[in-house]
């Protein structure tokens, strides 16, 4: 390690393996840098240069005076004791500035805006390379302008963990900063700034006990790197709390690491908790395991194995959507204030496990898909007779159209099918129990999306009225009495009967499993829709065409480019003119006994997962009759 001799002021070299003995112990210079053509260099000290006229030598010189009247030969000053033109050696001094600093028996620590500020708004405080020369001595002295002594570090612990933001702890040298989560020591470096936009991150290689080399150009990308290498090493899923907004031209979807240290200034009290099964990178991606609940379209909470000290009994959350790529995400702000938000912990057990891979360095953004559904075409057997009326979940929607605020999620909107009136204000012709024999006929039609955005539809006649939902007596049916439709719609969106008529139930399963084959005359039957897919078919025996496709959302209501950029899941039902009633219900009854259906479009009605493509209008039909057996809910 090079020195400079306190009284010669002179380089002298003193091996590593020495550096313990007691004559070899030195003093350590950490101040904030002037103009670099007035700071004294290596070349100056190395070719004896005069340099008793630069503006950096009165500094210099007082603080081998002080080191030398602390009773130390060497001192070390990082203005000339590095040679700043070898490669090799300014990376090798970065990655070991910590070491040495740590090593020092004293740091003399030199505040030249003192007097004129007061100590702790120095300007010395807001350096980004300060940080660790306060953290790794363990000793310090702070000292004015003038060399006049202010106080050691040990006597400032307070003043300096209010206005760091470090534990006492660590200043003292008691814990290592590593028994600190990594989100909370990347809030030490919150507010500092470099010269260099690279040196953010290699000011911060000793507070993480990592080495990396250096590449001056590289700018915003050296952080990174200094994340992945931390990454690396760690299972503390902390470095992925930060906050998103903090910075400017910040993009609205990004990778897992933040952009820069400030993205951490608001984590300065997260604390890691268990769980963590680690991270990897492999192929430009980082993968990693967390449990999971929907937000909004393709969108997640994802849970972190980390909180803020003030709650111990929550986790911190971030949001992720996800790619076109199958388990691939990006992280999201949306309607979260810096991107992120508490989960209680009683909260979990509705969460899944979901593996997650997000790319290092995004090339695109995630499908804009609208958070609903298109009813194109509502024309189901009987449609003649019986007039749809739409009832969305969010009062944002458009008459034909059906939707979710983001954090809302399951049920988009309800189709009800009330008789016809005719011109005199009487229903239509056609009696009631007619309509019970003509079993295929739909009155009732819920549209929503499962935990995995997968499009589900509930499909109902008026069959076994006594399983309607009663919203006054707070009883589970499989759907609501179309009596209390009317008053739903009138009512607000927080009304105990809106939020009945929209109960989430069907979607999850909690109203039963199904757990054997029911027949389409049990009156309720569940369609789940591979959200990669799609399905488009007909079933001639229910005189029923179903198609959920995602497709261009033309909406009046924006501009042309935006209807091609956003999709929306579009749905047609229509009447496909089917035979007898009478022959159609046996074939049906025949269908559903028949063993020959080995899969189904993802239903709730089997164990079966493999969907199969729709490769003809009879295998489609087929698929469809076995997605209409989910009749166990009811």
């Avoid at 101040?31 to 006229?53: L, P, Y």
């Avoid at 030598?57 to 001192?75: Q, T």
């Avoid at 009304?495 to 999850?508: E, G, L, N, T, V």
Wanted: charged content about 25%; some cysteine; hydrophobic content about 35%.
């Amino acid at each position: 390690m090079r020195f400079l001799n306190t009284n010669t002021l002179r380089f002298e070299e003193v091996a590593d393996s020495s550096l313990s003995e007691e004559q070899n112990k030195y003093a350590i210079l950490s101040h904030r840098w002037g103009a670099t053509q007035d700071e004294i260099s290596f070349t100056n000290i190395n070719e004896a240069q005069d340099i008793s006229q630069k503006k950096g030598f009165a500094k210099m010189k007082g603080f081998c005076d002080v080191a030398a009247s602390l009773g130390y030969r060497y001192g070390w000053d990082d203005t000339c004791c590095i040679n700043k033109g070898d490669a090799s050696e300014l990376s090798e001094a970065i990655n070991s500035m910590y070491r040495w600093y740590h090593g020092s028996s004293v740091c003399i620590v030199y505040l030249e805006d003192v007097p004129e500020k007061s100590m702790m708004d120095s300007a010395w405080f807001d350096r980004g390379w300060t940080l660790q020369e306060l953290i790794a001595p363990a000793a310090a002295e702070f000292y004015d302008r003038d060399w006049n002594l202010i106080q050691s570090k040990n006597h400032l612990l307070a003043e300096l963990c209010s206005k760091t933001g470090i534990p006492e702890d660590v200043l003292t040298g008691r814990a290592s900063p590593s028994h600190c989560s990594i989100a909370q020591r990347m809030s030490w470096a919150a507010k500092r700034e470099t010269t260099r936009v690279e040196d953010r991150a290699y000011s911060l290689l000793g507070i993480f006990d990592v080495a990396m080399p250096q590449i001056y150009g590289e700018r915003e990308k050296a952080f990174l790197r200094l994340q992945r290498a931390i990454a690396q090493q760690s299972k503390d899923e902390s470095i992925f709390a930060w906050s998103m907004g903090l910075e400017k031209d910040e993009n609205a979807y990004t990778g897992l690491f933040a952009p820069s240290p400030r993205s951490y200034l608001r984590c300065s009290d997260v604390t890691v908790t268990r769980g963590s099964t680690g991270f990897a990178e492999t192929n430009g991606e980082l993968s990693i395991t967390l449990m999971t609940s929907p937000h909004s379209m393709n969108s997640f909470y994802a849970v972190l194995n980390c909180t803020y000290t003030a709650n111990p009994d929550s986790r911190i959350a971030i949001l992720l959507s996800r790619l076109s790529i199958e388990n691939e995400y990006l992280r999201a702000k949306k309607s979260l204030a810096d991107g992120k938000k508490l989960i209680a912990l009683s909260e979990l057990e509705k969460f899944v496990k979901r593996p997650i891979r997000v790319p290092l360095q995004p090339t695109e953004l995630p499908p804009n898909i609208f958070y609903g559904f298109w009813l194109r075409t509502l024309k189901p057997p009987g449609h003649t007779e019986w007039q749809p009326r739409i009832l969305s979940r969010s009062d944002r929607a458009e008459a034909d159209r059906v939707c979710l605020r983001e954090t809302e999620w399951g049920t988009a909107g309800i189709v009800h099918f009330e008789r016809a009136m005719e011109s005199d204000g009487k229903e239509s012709d056609g009696n009631h129990d007619v309509h019970e024999r003509e079993w295929s006929k739909i009155c009732w039609i819920q549209l929503g999306f499962d935990g995995d955005f997968n499009p589900m539809l509930l499909i109902a006649n008026y069959k076994n009225r006594k399983r309607w939902i009663n919203p006054r007596k707070q009883n589970w049916g499989v759907i609501p009495n179309p009596e209390w439709f009317e008053e739903a719609a009138r009512s607000s969106p927080t009304s105990h009967i809106r939020k009945s008529i929209f109960d989430d139930r069907w979607i999850s399963g909690e109203a039963g499993v199904p757990s054997r084959a029911h027949r389409w005359h049990s009156g309720v039957s569940i369609l789940k829709v591979d959200r990669l897919k799609g399905v488009s078919g007909s079933l001639s025996a229910l005189n029923l065409g179903i198609s959920v496709k995602l497709l261009p959302n033309f909406s009046p209501k924006v501009s042309a480019m935006e209807n091609m950029e956003q999709k929306i899941w579009v749905v047609d039902i229509t009447d496909t003119q089917g035979r007898d009633p009478e022959r159609d219900t046996r074939e049906v009854d025949n269908a559903l006994s028949r063993e020959e259906f080995h899969a189904c479009i993802g239903c709730l009605c089997s164990g079966h997962e493999q969907p199969h493509p729709l490769e003809s209008e009879r295998y489609a039909a087929n698929q469809i009759v076995k997605v209409l057996d989910a009749s166990d809910l009811i």
